[in-house]
């Protein structure tokens, strides 16, 4: 991919009202990032510490409290189609056919010349071809969720935000997707953010992984993964990756 | 042929195949009982024309043919579903015959039922004569008056429609505003509030004196009460939208507008639609009720106009003439929400 592309946080703070209280909630905490095109980034940290706070406002869903989110220096204004989210729930329309699902984008932004080749070729990639025709409710969860990747790829997003998109599934299917995910980015090179409570995940996809701790949720630590893919999980390299970045898990927790 | 090969024949069945390999095979004297019970209403229908044909009538029966041609036509045309659904059966597809098997006893007794009516009204007159005729005098009242009849049925179905669709389409309109937009529904809601509980009826005397035409007015009262069931619902369909649908549609480059007609309306159908369908009894109700106090035409007129003369086979003719329409109507409605709601029935159990 010859256009780069940045994307940065600078000093970004947010905080939510609570319900109960009159206090409130820092949910993210005075992040500095700055990711770019070609990057698989893992961000892992403990239930509640800001990590889809962080995914939804680089996805322009909500705003900062404080602080900047730039694109190659443009500020980040609400959600738009260069940037894809796949959530935790696969989110699909249920009213909606697993192939109109996927082709929502594209009927949303009025594409029509090459909609038919672009859609027969992504729901190729998922797998999807003998259920197209199905409703979100027929599927099970691992085509549920790649039908939710399908829907935000057809976009051909530039920056895909991914939020536990395999967190519910069985082990065996969510090795299968990451590998898809994996040959994916391989071939676009987009810059990919995912989130993941799966430290084996986390090393095994990730160029870099972000390590997370809460309240206030900063970032901890970020850690290159020096390895090549397709990586081996059993390695001693791999093991040692996993084993840094639980310690730091562990210590965050302890130290609240 | 191979174990193996067996097998794969599972692999490429059809849905009524599948469903047909998970019932259990019945026995041959239960397939007996079910040929035979899926015949009775022919017997029963016969008993029915025995006992019109053979008990002497207590009062003058003029054109007796007219009931018996119907009963035959009754008949008949189970008896031809009879043989069709045999031969489906025997080309494998059972399931035309099970229903009729499902349906036979409810139609048995149905003949049944005719046949002692009439053995109570035309035989015996024990049932309250005149005020309850018997249905060959039905059938000759309506047979007598079909053109009024066909001219109050029209008037009272263009009246419905007008009202009701008048009613849906501004219930619509109010109940997405509401739904979508907190600044409408700031303004519209406490309107809601306080007219949705007031039976559209209520207003009957008001309009008919106010409405520059009893038409416009009756129009008006119909709509009313569809306006209300439908607003509410889609009010309710689009506040109950998950905002995970909402997040997933901006994510994927969908404009407001384009949320609204793609998101917050396709979730709030399956509401929508009940609302029309509770729209519609509503409207039927108000329907008879303005036609009946004010409107001179219609089929709720036709009762009232028949009543007030003494002829009571004439009000039953409409009567049985509004049972039909109704019917239809909701039917109708029926068939479009299964359409609709496809992908609700096709999820997995
Ligand atoms: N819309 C919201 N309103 C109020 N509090 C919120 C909202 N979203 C998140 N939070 C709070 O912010 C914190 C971080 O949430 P989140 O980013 O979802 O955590 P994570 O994804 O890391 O589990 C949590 O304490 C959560 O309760
Ligand atoms: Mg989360």
């Known amino acids: ?256 | 042929m191979t174990e193996t090969n067996r097998g794969e024949r599972f692999l490429t069945m059809t849905k009524s195949q599948l469903l047909e390999l998970e019932r259990e095979e019945k026995t041959s004297a239960q397939k007996r009982w079910d040929v035979a019970v899926s015949l009775l209403p022919v017997l029963c229908c016969a008993a029915a024309l025995l006992e019109y044909g053979c008990v002497p009538n207590k009062y003058p029966n003029a054109s007796p043919q007219r009931y018996a041609a119907l009963l035959i036509l009754a008949g008949g045309i189970w008896l031809l579903l009879w043989v069709w659904a045999i031969m489906r059966y025997r080309r494998g597809d059972k399931v035309r015959f099970r229903t009729l098997r499902h349906h036979a006893p409810f139609y048995a007794v149905l003949f049944l039922l005719l046949a002692a009516f009439d053995y109570l009204t035309l035989k015996t007159g024990r049932l309250l004569y005149p005020f309850i005729p018997w249905l060959n005098d039905i059938i000759n009242a309506a047979a007598a008056d079909w053109k009024s009849l066909l001219v109050s049925t029209l008037f009272s179905l263009r009246l419905l429609f007008l009202g009701y669709f008048s009613g849906a389409a501004s219930g619509l309109v109010t109940g997405i505003a509401c739904g979508y937009s907190s600044r409408v529904r700031y303004w519209v809601h406490p309107l809601i509030k306080v007219l949705g509980p007031i039976p559209p009826v209520t207003w009957v005397p008001l309009v008919m004196l106010l409405a520059a035409s009893l038409f416009g007015g009756s129009v008006f009262i119909i709509a009313l009460g569809t306006w209300f069931s439908v607003s509410v619902a889609a009010m309710t369909g689009i506040a109950s939208v998950d905002r995970a649908y909402y997040d997933a549609a901006r994510t994927l480059g969908a404009s407001e507008r384009q949320i609204v007609l793609h998101v917050a309306i396709p979730h709030a159908v399956p509401n929508i639609l009940q609302g029309m369908t509770q729209g519609m009894s509503s409207a039927c109700i108000s329907l008879m009720i303005a036609e009946m106090l004010g409107v001179e035409a219609g089929l709720g007129w036709y009762i009232t106009w028949a009543k007030s003369w003494a002829m009571y086979n004439r009000m039953f003719a409409a009567i049985i003439v509004i049972c039909m329409v109704f019917n239809a109507v909701t039917k109708g409605l029926d068939l479009i929400k299964k359409r609709v709601l496809r992908y609700q029935s096709e999820v997995v159990q």
Not at chain 1, 125 to 150: H, I, T
Not at chain 1, 180 to 206: F, N, P, R
Not at chain 1, 212 to 229: D, F, K, N, S, V
């Open chain 1, 1 to 256: 991919m010859p256009k780069t592309l940045v994307l940065k946080l600078e000093g970004v703070f947010k905080s939510f009202a609570r319900v109960e209280t009159d206090d409130v909630t820092n949910a993210v905490a005075d992040v500095n990032l700055s990711m770019r095109n070609g990057e698989f980034i893992s961000l892992v940290g403990t239930s509640g510490c800001g990590k889809s706070t962080i995914l939804r406002m680089i996805a322009g869903l909500i705003s900062p409290t404080a602080g900047r989110l730039t694109i190659n220096g443009v500020p980040i204004e609400g959600p738009g189609p260069e940037r894809g989210f796949v959530f935790q729930k696969p989110a699909l329309f249920p009213w909606l056919t697993v192939e109109k699902n996927i082709s929502f984008g594209l009927r949303m932004s009025g594409h029509t010349a090459e909609n038919g080749e672009r859609l027969a070729r992504i729901i190729h990639l998922v797998g999807l071809e003998d259920f197209k025709n199905d409703y979100p409710g027929q599927l099970s969860g691992g085509m549920a969720q790649r039908a939710a990747l399908a829907r935000s790829l057809i976009n051909q997003p530039d920056i895909l935000l991914l939020d536990e998109p395999l967190g519910a599934l069985d082990a065996f299917t969510r090795m299968n997707i990451q590998d898809e995910l994996l040959s994916i980015w391989q071939k676009k090179k987009q810059l990919m953010i995912m989130v993941t409570h799966d430290v084996d995940e986390a090393v095994y996809m990730g160029t870099r992984v972000l390590v997370m701790e809460a309240h206030p949720g900063r970032i901890r630590t970020e850690l290159p993964i020096e390895m090549e893919y397709p990586r081996n999980r059993s390695s001693a390299l791999f093991v040692e990756y996993r084993n840094r970045i639980l310690e730091m898990l562990h210590y965050g927790t302890k130290e609240r």
